[in-house]
């Protein structure tokens, strides 16, 4: 009995390399990335956690990451989350799901707007396109704080409890910033510069030079609090 059409065509040296190929591609795609793994120390040695590390590519053609939709609460007279790293271009949702009212507002040259007095959801989400840091407080009740650190980096994040972050990187030459809310003037613009190489693994370690500033709001924990 022959064998059907599909299964000629199957077995057939053409369909054979077509398989082999998309197995060889697989790796292929990935061959050429690497892990990025930075440490972020406070000026005494230890890890710092909820630090912002942005990256961008030293060579070829400008990176961004895609634009997304991101949503900052209000519950017990905080905001959660009280920090926010988001991509160009994005939008936030400020709902309140407190039992009382708020009137959030921005001063910041990134972003200046205002929200009156709500509860709930009446206001569409707000879009942020320039980069920069946008704090955020709360006109009646003075111990909201939040921040949102708006990014045109096409690789970015937070460090863990131990003050590490990763992330798979093409091979090539990179600038890593670091931002915090309590860095010190001079710490500020915390910037290094390295080379992902051949291995499959490059790590950064950056030590702060200064000790970090008192907690703005000392009544409350936030995040970024050490």
């Not at 406070?42 to 030293?58: C, E, F, K, S, W």
Request: aromatic fraction near 8%; glycine fraction near 6%.
């Amino acid at each position: 009995m022959r064998p059907s059409a599909r299964a000629r065509r199957r077995g057939s040296p053409a369909a054979l390399a077509a398989a082999l190929l998309s197995l060889l591609a697989a790796p292929l795609a990935t061959a050429g990335a690497a892990t990025l793994v930075v440490n972020v120390e406070t000026a005494d040695g230890r890890g710092l956690a909820g630090a912002v590390v942005t990256v961008r590519a030293l060579d070829g053609a400008p990176r961004h990451a895609a634009p997304l939709h991101a949503v900052m609460d209000q519950i017990d007279r905080a905001f959660a989350p009280d920090l926010l790293v988001i991509p160009v271009g994005s939008t936030v949702e400020f709902p309140n799901s407190d039992s009382v009212s708020h009137q959030i507002y921005s001063f910041s040259p990134a972003k200046r707007f205002q929200l009156p007095l709500y509860r709930g959801k009446p206001y569409p989400p707000v879009r942020f396109d320039q980069p920069g840091v946008v704090t955020l407080g709360c006109n009646i009740h003075d111990q909201m704080l939040a921040y949102l650190l708006v990014t045109d980096a096409p690789w970015y994040g937070r460090t863990n409890a131990a003050g590490a972050w990763s992330a798979e990187v093409p091979r090539g030459r990179y600038r890593v910033a670091l931002w915090h809310p309590r860095l010190r003037d001079s710490d500020a613009d915390l910037e290094r510069e390295l080379t992902v190489g051949d291995s499959d693994r490059a790590d950064l370690t950056v030590r702060l030079s200064k000790p970090l500033q008192p907690a703005p709001l000392a009544d409350r924990p936030h995040s970024w609090d050490y």
